[in-house]
């Protein structure tokens, strides 16, 4: 097996970017172990270079001064369980501290 096998192989997969990297470390591992076990002489997944992917969502926006305001009074302060949610709110805005942070507060 050459790289080229490698890469057409790669090419012919169906699905996503991630599942196609996860395949070929795969194979890239798979061969490691025949390297190391001296059944081939190299890795020809070794040279094979993946598609590039990034992740664009999951990053939280920043908040606004104005929106921080906003949010912090619409909150009903009238009641017990409202006070708590404000102050927990402004502790999050103002420290820009994780939710996981605040929880084990």
Do not use: C
């Not at 190299?42 to 926006?61: D, F, H, I, K, Q």
């Amino acid at each position: 097996m050459k790289p080229g096998d490698v890469g057409r192989n790669q090419d012919q997969l169906v699905g996503g970017i991630p599942k196609k990297k996860q395949y070929l470390t795969a194979l890239r591992r798979f061969f490691d172990l025949l390297v190391t076990r001296h059944v081939v002489n190299l890795n020809p997944a070794a040279s094979v270079r993946p598609e590039r992917y990034a992740v664009v969502e999951g990053w939280t926006p920043e908040i606004t001064v104005d929106s921080a305001r906003q949010l912090v009074g619409s909150m009903d302060t009238s009641t017990v369980i409202g006070l708590g949610d404000r102050a927990i709110i402004g502790i999050l805005i103002y420290t820009a501290a994780r939710v996981g942070a605040m929880a084990k507060l």
